[in-house]
T-cell receptor, first 111, second 117 residues
């Protein structure tokens, strides 16, 4: 069963705008990770936030985690056409060493 | 070297063929994974190897047979596949955490796009 559920399913913005994607999950977690996948290729790890962290930054990425609401958001600031990709959140249940991926958000950034 | 390589990039096979997918990493990771991904869907876990031992099999049909010959290599042997097995097959690797079973960052290969006719 899916652990992470992203919304929106698809997002279309112009270059320079910010993009926000959300992820909700159901069970307790150790950490939550975000990955990017360019069309038909492998996934690239973007950022990991631990369950005792509330916010984390990496370059133009900002991730928040609200464990009371079982939700996370990924913000990409000043988007570029090269950010066009699918974005997945991934979670693992406490005590398990594997990840379960959410359904993903397809982001299209137009020049 | 933070790269996971997969061969072949593309594979077309008939339902009676036998083929193998290969995955290699030289990051010293002792956990390796096979995922199956259909179009516009998230990756679905198939198998996990930890220290070259199969630790998780997510109820995958026996026509998929994984093998981990050493700590750097992971194979997926395919036999008598069905058209619905057509998908992108992704290999990933990560460090292993035994003490608390927390999830580690996974490093993915580019995938093998498989078409079964």
């Amino acid at each position: 069963s899916q652990q992470g559920e992203e919304d929106p399913q698809a997002l279309s913005i112009q270059e320079g705008e910010n993009a926000t994607m959300n992820c909700s999950y159901k069970t307790s977690i150790n950490n939550l990770q975000w990955y990017r996948q360019n069309s038909g290729r492998g996934l690239v790890h973007l950022i990991l936030i631990r369950s005792n962290e509330r916010e984390k930054h990496s370059g133009r990425l900002r991730v928040t985690l609200d464990t009371s609401k079982k939700s996370s958001s990924l913000l990409i600031t000043a988007s570029r056409a090269a950010d066009t990709a699918s974005y997945f959140c991934a979670t693992g249940r406490s005590g398990y060493s594997t990840l379960t991926f959410g359904k993903g958000t397809m982001l299209l950034v137009s020049p | 070297d933070t790269e996971v390589t997969q061969t072949p990039k593309h594979l077309v096979m008939g339902m009676t063929n036998k083929k193998s997918l290969k995955c290699e990493q030289h990051m010293g990771h002792r956990a390796m994974y096979w995922y199956k991904q259909k179009a516009k869907k998230p990756p679905e876990l198939m198998f996990v190897y930890s220290y070259e031992k199969l630790s998780i099999n997510e109820s995958v049909p026996s026509r998929f047979s994984p093998e981990c010959p050493n700590s750097s290599l992971l194979n997926l042997h395919l036999h008598a596949l069905q058209p619905e097995d057509s998908a992108l097959y992704l290999c990933a690797s990560s460090q292993v955490r035994i003490s608390d079973a927390k999830q580690e960052t996974q490093y993915f290969g580019p995938g093998t796009r498989l078409l079964v006719l």
